[in-house]
Nanobody, 122 residues
Framework: QVQLVESGGGLVEPGGSLRLSCAAS????????MGWYRQTPENSREEIAR???????NYADYVKGRFTISRGNVKNTVYLQMDSLKPEDTAVYYC????????????????WGQGTQVTVSS
């Protein structure tokens, strides 16, 4: 069983910064990519940043230059540094592990964290 645990959300003023963390645990052999998504009541879940096992990154246009995704020194962890936050960044942020190979399952699967709330407001 694979679990993803996010942390680091909260309330921040416009222009401020937050750093989200995601740690994957379980019988993991390999994770092809990890990413961050966000969702609001008005919109469907959307990808905002992603990093592969080869450290290739991609970002949604509206976060480029403000958000940075990185892999942690601890295996199977990923961070999202969010700077210059705007009220429209308010959402529930989810971590996703893609194409996860475990030591106990035959096929790759994707896994999601439970989400962490980010609120940008004065």
């Amino acid at each position: 069983q694979v679990q993803l645990v996010e942390s680091g959300g909260g309330l921040v003023e416009p222009g401020g910064s937050l750093r989200l963390s995601c740690a994957a645990s379980g019988n993991i052999f390999m994770i092809y990519a990890m990413g961050w998504y966000r969702q609001t009541p008005e919109n469907s879940r959307e990808e905002i940043a992603r990093i592969t096992m080869y450290n290739y990154t991609n970002y949604a246009d509206y976060v480029k230059g403000r958000f940075t995704i990185s892999r942690g020194n601890v295996k199977n962890t990923v961070y999202l540094q969010m700077d210059s936050l705007k009220p429209e960044d308010t959402a529930v942020y989810y971590c996703k592990a893609e194409r996860v190979t475990t030591t106990t399952e035959l096929y790759e699967n994707d896994y999601w964290g439970q989400g962490t709330q980010v609120t940008v407001s004065s």
